[in-house]
């Protein structure tokens, strides 16, 4: 989607208001008995595409996340607004203005794996995404971000030694008692 060419960018007071009616349409499909979730999914990606075309800017952020962020933490079925903010311009590595998390993190955080991929795909940095999947127990996640491109099934290739806050991710599991994934780090890093 692109901004119509007769409107005028949007302001900052009215993102401010229109922003329940983004965060809504977001939620609504999560929120549908599951015999409605295909007809919510449908009105959100219209209600965003219209907000989108009437100037609302893709990566507004007037309270903080993004409405990459807020997808990014609503799961697989919301893949296909992801993919369309993105190719609508929408920065899917801008830091959540009040605690500097970023998309991938939230979805890595809440076990998303199939969102962290897409993600990933698109040009998002990892960031902590790692460690906070650690945190949250997301061992699924963590082995996504592990595992070779040319393992099976295919993982995203993340080196090991990636240091967040200087921190390894082993360090990092080991600092916070995950017994049973450090070790899983142990064995992968002397493969």
């Known amino acids: 989607w692109r901004r119509l060419r007769t409107v005028e960018p949007m302001a900052k007071l009215e993102q401010k208001r229109l922003w329940r009616t983004i965060v809504d349409a977001i939620q609504a499909p999560a929120q549908a008995a599951a015999w409605q979730r295909k007809q919510a999914a449908k009105r959100m990606m219209d209600s965003i595409k219209e907000h989108v075309e009437k100037g609302f800017p893709v990566n507004a952020q007037p309270y903080g996340p993004s409405m990459a962020e807020l997808i990014a933490g609503m799961g ?6 992801l993919t ?20 991938i993190e939230v979805a890595a955080a809440m076990g998303h794996t199939a969102v962290v991929r897409r993600l990933y795909e698109m040009g998002c940095g990892v ?9 949250e127990s997301m061992s699924a996640v963590v082995e996504l971000f592990l595992r070779g491109r040319d393992e099976e099934p295919p ?5 090991m030694g990636l240091r967040v806050h200087g921190l390894s991710i082993l360090e990092y599991a080991v600092i916070i008692d995950r017994g ?12």
């Open 180 to 191: 049973q994934m450090a070790e899983w780090l142990l064995k992968r890093a002397q493969k």
């Open 84 to 103: 369309r903010l993105f190719w609508s311009g929408a920065n899917l590595s801008a830091p959540n203005t009040k605690d500097g998390t970023l998309p």
């Open 155 to 159: 993982g995203l290739g993340v080196p």
């Open 127 to 135: 960031g902590g995404a790692v460690h906070y999947a650690l945190t």
């Open 76 to 81: 697989g079925d919301h893949l296909p607004l």
